[in-house]
C-alpha cells in the first residue's frame, strides 16, 4: 500500500507541475496579447495626434484620446501591482477594459506581482517605464494644440514646431517598444525552457524517492520481527499474550518473567488468571483498566494496572495483556490522601488559586473562620475579599515577588459571609510546573484578631500605668519629645506640670491600699476633665502625675489651667463609703525656658512641685533656677546623712522642762543634732524630712532609743538625781511591729524603769497609724511607758486619742503659747487646752515660754509644766548633769548659749 501511495502522489505531481507549466504560459500569452495591444496603441497614439496637428480635425483627437486612455490604463495597472497594495478587482477590471485576454488576467496579475524582478520580465518593464515621461508629453501637445485650434489663433509655424516634437518623441518610444516585445518573447522562450527542465527534474525526482521508499519498506518488513521482539522484551510495563479461548498464556515478555519471578518457560502454558491475587472475573473488558496484585517471588505482591485488548494472530483471537506497575502511583495517592487529610484537619485556613488566581478548593477551617464554603468562592479571586490594613487592595507587586519564586507573609483585612471584617495573617506561595510557570497559588491564613487584641492590650500596658490608664513616664517622654520638636519648628511654648498629692501617704494608712488605689483612679479622671484635646496626663509612680500642654505662646498661658487643677483637685473625693479630702501641689517648667528636653523639663517641674509644697502646700509654683539647686542639695543631703549614721556625726542635747509651780527641773526632751564636719550643726528641720523620704528615719529613732537610753544609764551612775526623759519618736517606727519589742529591750539592757522614759508622738503621726495605734497605746501602757501626744491641736485633732490607754502627757504647740497673753484667740484655746486636760487627768507641757507674762499666764491657768528659752536653752548632758547637781565640780566647757536671766 504505501508504494501505490507513493506512485498516485509521484503522478500528481507530474500533473501538477504540467498544469502549472500551462497556467504560465497561459499567462504570458495574455502578457504577449497584451504587449500586442500596447505597442499598436502606442502607434496609433502617434499617427493620431500627428493627424490632429496637420488637419486639426476633432475625429483624429477623439482616436489619440481612445488609445491614450488605453495606455494610461496599462500604466495604472502596473502601477497598482508594483506598490503591492492594490485592488484586486479594480486591476483585473482595467486589464479587461484594455482588451487583455480574459482567461489570461489573473496570470497576467500573478507575473506583474510575483516575476517582476525575473530575467528579461525586469528588462520589459523597464523599458516599458522609460516611455512613461514621453507619453504624458504627448497628452500636453494634444492639450496645447487643442487649445490653439478652439480659438483659432495657431500659426503654421506652430504645427509644424507641435509635429516636429511628435517626430521626437515617436523615435524616442519606438525602440523602447521593440525592446520590450523582444523581452517578453524572450521570456516567454526562458520560463517554458525552465517550466520543462522543472517538470522533468521533478518526475525524475518522485522517481528516485519511490525507488528508495520501495526499498525502506522492503527492509523495514525483513526487520519487523525483530524489532517486535526487542520491543517486547524491552518493554518497561510486562505484557502477556494469551489464547482469548483457553485462556492460557502463549507469551510473555521479560519484565513479566522478571516481576513474577519465573523464566518465560515456566509461564508459557499456565492460565493468565494464576499471575493475580485476586480473581479477574469482570476485570478482563477489552480497553479498561483494572487493578489488582501481580503475584511474585517468594509469595510478595506487586499493585498493578491490567489493561486488555483482542488481536489477531492470523485466524487465532489473542488477548494482548499490558501489566503496568502502580506501587509509585499507590504510594502518591497514600502520601495525597494523608496530606488531605492534613490539610482538612489543621487549623489554618488554605486557598488553593490556579494561575489566575481563581479559588478552585478551601479546607474545613476556611470554612469555619471565613464562613464561605468551596462552592461559594469556586471561580472567585482569592483577593476579592481581601485588602490591606490600609484599606488598599493587595498590589500586584505580591504576585509579581511571588511568581519570582518567593513567598508573601503580611497581615491583611479579610471579610467574612456576614460581612464582618477582621485581621489575618496571610501566607501565599505558588506551586509551578516543570516549565517553572505557575499553575497554583496557595494560601494559608490566620485569624490574628485575638492575638492582635492582646497585642494592643500589651502595647497600651507597656505604655500606660495599668491603674489609672495615663500615660506611664516612658511615653510621657515620647509625648513631651514630639511636642518639644513641633515647638521648636512653630516657636511655641511647651509646659510640663508636675503633680504631688499632699498627705495622700495618711490615706493610705488610715483607709487601705486598696481605698489610695481607688482615689488615685478618681484623681486621674479629674485631671483628665481638665485637659484639652492634645493635651496628655500621665502617672509616673505613687501619687505622682504630669501633665504636658503643647502648644502655647508663653509659658505663664498654663496658670489657668493650673488654677482649675489645683481647684477641682482639692474638692471633697467619694470613695466607697468614705469622703476624702485632698489637695496637691504642682510644678510648672516649659520649654525653651526651663528645658530642651523632656527628661529636663519633668525633673525642673519636679524641683518647683517640691519648692511648692516645702513653702506652702495646695499651691502651684513656677520652676527657677534656685529651686533644682535645692534638689541638688537634697540630694548631696541625702547621700551625706546616709554616711552620718556610719560615721556617728549624730550627738543629743537636752532641754528641761520645769515644774511652772516650783521651778524645778522635772524632765528634760532629748533633742537630736548632726554635727556636719564641713557645715556645722543641721538642725533637724533640715534633716529629719530627708530622712523619712529615705526611709532611714527608723535607723536614726533607733538611734536617738539607744542613745537616750544610754545616757540616763550614765546619769544615774553618776548620782544625778532621777528624772523624767523624753524621746521623739516617728510615726514610721511607731509603727512598725518591732517598735514595742525594741524599746522594752533598750531598757532592759540598761536596767532602766520604764517610768524613766516618755515616748513623745505628733497628733498627725498618730493620724496614720489608724487601728495600729490603739493596739500599740494598750501594750506601752501594760509596760509602764508613758506617752505624750506633741504639737496638739496643730493638725487633725482627734479627741479620741487622749482617752487611749499610755496617753498621759499633753503638749501645747508653741505656735499657741507665742501669742499669750494678749492674743484672746491664742489664750481661749489655751484655757480650752488645759481644762480639757485637766478634766482627762492628763499633765500638761507647754513649748516654746519666752517670757515672764507667759510663764504667769500659763501657771494661773492652770498649765504644770514649761518647757522654752525662758528656762534654758538645749543643753549637753553634762551640763544637765550640773545643773541637777550644783554641788559636783563643774566641768570645763566651751563658750555656750545661756539663757536670759529672769526677773
Known amino acids: 500500500m504505501p508504494l501505490a501511495y507513493a506512485l498516485v502522489g509521484m503522478v500528481g505531481l507530474i500533473l501538477a507541475l504540467t498544469w502549472g507549466a500551462l497556467q504560465v504560459q497561459t499567462a504570458l500569452a495574455g502578457f504577449l496579447n497584451g504587449e500586442s495591444i500596447w505597442s499598436k496603441a502606442q502607434k496609433q497614439t502617434v499617427i493620431a495626434l500627428d493627424a490632429y496637428a496637420t488637419k486639426g480635425d476633432a475625429a483624429d483627437l477623439a482616436n489619440y484620446k481612445l488609445n491614450y486612455d488605453l495606455l494610461m490604463a496599462d500604466h495604472w495597472v502596473r502601477e497598482q501591482i508594483a506598490s503591492g497594495n492594490y485592488d484586486y478587482d ?27 524582478d525575473a530575467p528579461y520580465m525586469r528588462d520589459a518593464l523597464q523599458a516599458w517605464r522609460s516611455t512613461d515621461s514621453s507619453i504624458a508629453e504627448l497628452d500636453t501637445i494634444a492639450t496645447a494644440l487643442k487649445a490653439g485650434y478652439a480659438t483659432g489663433g495657431i500659426s503654421y509655424a506652430e504645427i509644424l514646431r507641435q509635429r516636429e516634437r511628435i517626430a521626437t518623441i515617436n523615435s524616442f518610444i519606438e525602440p523602447r517598444s521593440k525592446l520590450f516585445s523582444r523581452a517578453v518573447a524572450d521570456g516567454a522562450v526562458w520560463i517554458g525552457q525552465v517550466l520543462f527542465g522543472g517538470v522533468l527534474a521533478a518526475a525524475a525526482i518522485a522517481a528516485l524517492l519511490w525507488l528508495g521508499m520501495a526499498r525502506r519498506i522492503l527492509a523495514s518488513v525483513r526487520g519487523t520481527e525483530e524489532r517486535y521482539r526487542l520491543l517486547f522484551d524491552s518493554a518497561a510495563d510486562a505484557i502477556v499474550m494469551v489464547d482469548e479461548a483457553s485462556g492460557r498464556i502463549l507469551d510473555v515478555n521479560r519484565t513479566a518473567s522478571a516481576w513474577t519471578g519465573r523464566d518465560v518457560d515456566s509461564l508459557v502454558g499456565d492460565r493468565f488468571v494464576h499471575l493475580f491475587v485476586q480473581s479477574l472475573s469482570g476485570q478482563q473488558q477489552a480497553g479498561r483498566a483494572a487493578t489488582n496484585a501481580l503475584l511474585g ?9 491490567t489493561q486488555t485488548s483482542l488481536v489477531n494472530w ?13 506501587s509509585e502511583r499507590v504510594a502518591m495517592e497514600q502520601e495525597r490522601r494523608v496530606a488531605a487529610e492534613a490539610l482538612a484537619s489543621i487549623a489554618e485556613g488554605v486557598i488553593i488559586a490556579d494561575a489566575a488566581r481563581h479559588v478552585i478548593s478551601t479546607n474545613a477551617a476556611h470554612t469555619d473562620l471565613t464562613g464561605f464554603t468551596t462552592q461559594a468562592l469556586y471561580g472567585k479571586r482569592l483577593d476579592d475579599t481581601r485588602r490591606l490594613p490600609d484599606g488598599r487592595p493587595l498590589p500586584q507587586s505580591i504576585w509579581d515577588d511571588v511568581a519570582a519564586g518567593h513567598n508573601w507573609l503580611g497581615e491583611v483585612l479579610n471579610t467574612r459571609s456576614d460581612g464582618s471584617i477582621y485581621p489575618e495573617q496571610l501566607s501565599i506561595s505558588a506551586i509551578r510546573n516543570a516549565d517553572s510557570q505557575v499553575v497554583y497559588y496557595v494560601a494559608v491564613f490566620t485569624d490574628i484578631h485575638e492575638a492582635k487584641t492582646n497585642q494592643q492590650r500589651l502595647e497600651h500596658l507597656a505604655r500606660h500605668d495599668p491603674l489609672t490608664g495615663l500615660v506611664n513616664r516612658a511615653e510621657f517622654e515620647r509625648y513631651c519629645s514630639e511636642a518639644i520638636a513641633v515647638a521648636e519648628r512653630e516657636r511655641l511654648a511647651v509646659v510640663v506640670l508636675f503633680i504631688d498629692l499632699d498627705a495622700f501617704k495618711i490615706v493610705n494608712d488610715s483607709y487601705s491600699h486598696a481605698i489610695g488605689d481607688r482615689l488615685l483612679i478618681k484623681v486621674g479622671e479629674r485631671i483628665r476633665r481638665q485637659l484639652s484635646d492634645g493635651d496628655v496626663a500621665g502617672r509616673i509612680g505613687g501619687d505622682e502625675f504630669t501633665v504636658l500642654i503643647p502648644r502655647l505662646i508663653l509659658r505663664e498661658d498654663a496658670r489657668a489651667i493650673v488654677s482649675r487643677l489645683l481647684a477641682t483637685l482639692s474638692e471633697p473625693l467619694l470613695v466607697d463609703d468614705y469622703e476624702i479630702v485632698l489637695s496637691a501641689s504642682i510644678g510648672v517648667a516649659g520649654y525653651p525656658l526651663d528645658g530642651d528636653n523632656a527628661a529636663a523639663l519633668i525633673g525642673n517641674a519636679d524641683a518647683a512641685m517640691y519648692a511648692a509644697k516645702t513653702e506652702e502646700r495646695n499651691a502651684f509654683r513656677f520652676y527657677t533656677p534656685m529651686m533644682h539647686a535645692d534638689t541638688r542639695q537634697r540630694l548631696q543631703l541625702a547621700t551625706e546623712l546616709r554616711q552620718a549614721l556610719a560615721r556617728n556625726e549624730f550627738h543629743l542635747v537636752f532641754q528641761p522642762s520645769i515644774e511652772l509651780r516650783t521651778g524645778r527641773i522635772v524632765a528634760v526632751e532629748a533633742l537630736l543634732r548632726w554635727q556636719h564636719p564641713e557645715r556645722g550643726e543641721v538642725l ?9 523620704g529615705l526611709g532611714l528615719i527608723r535607723r536614726i529613732d533607733e538611734w536617738v532609743m539607744q542613745a537616750t537610753c544610754a545616757q540616763i544609764q550614765a546619769w544615774d551612775l553618776a548620782g544625778v538625781p532621777p528624772i523624767r526623759v523624753a524621746v521623739n519618736i516617728s510615726a514610721r517606727w511607731f509603727g512598725h511591729p518591732a517598735f514595742v519589742d525594741g524599746v522594752s529591750r533598750t531598757l532592759q539592757s540598761r536596767q532602766l524603769s520604764a517610768q524613766r522614759l516618755l515616748l513623745e508622738i505628733t497628733e498627725s503621726a498618730m493620724l496614720q497609724l489608724g487601728d495600729d495605734t490603739e493596739r500599740t497605746m494598750r501594750t506601752l501602757h501594760a509596760l509602764g511607758i508613758a506617752v505624750a501626744i506633741d504639737d496638739f491641736g496643730t493638725g487633725y485633732s482627734s479627741m479620741a486619742y487622749l482617752k487611749l490607754p499610755a496617753v498621759a502627757y499633753l503638749k501645747i504647740d508653741r505656735s499657741f503659747v507665742t501669742g499669750l497673753p494678749g492674743d484672746t484667740n491664742d489664750a481661749a484655746i489655751t484655757e480650752a487646752m488645759l481644762a480639757m486636760s485637766r478634766s482627762l487627768g492628763l499633765i500638761t507641757i507647754a513649748e516654746g515660754i519666752e517670757t515672764e507674762a507667759q510663764h504667769d499666764f500659763l501657771l494661773r491657768a492652770g498649765c504644770m509644766e514649761g518647757q522654752g528659752y525662758l528656762y534654758s536653752y538645749p543643753l549637753k548632758p553634762d551640763e544637765i548633769q550640773h545643773l541637777l547637781c550644783p554641788n559636783q ?11 536670759p536671766k529672769r526677773t
Open 889 to 899: 565640780p563643774p566641768v570645763p566647757a566651751r563658750l555656750r548659749l545661756v539663757p
Open 297 to 305: 517471588a517468594n509469595g510478595g505482591t506487586r499493585p498493578v494496572e
Open 90 to 116: 479594480a486591476v483585473a477590471g482595467a486589464l479587461r477594459r484594455s482588451r487583455t485576454v480574459t482567461i489570461a488576467i489573473p496570470g497576467v496579475i500573478f507575473i506583474l506581482h510575483h516575476f517582476a
Open 684 to 692: 533637724p528641720a533640715e534633716f529629719i524630712p530627708v530622712a523619712e
Open 314 to 326: 492470523g485466524s487465532q483471537p489473542v488477548r494482548q495483556a499490558i501489566i503496568r506497575d502502580i
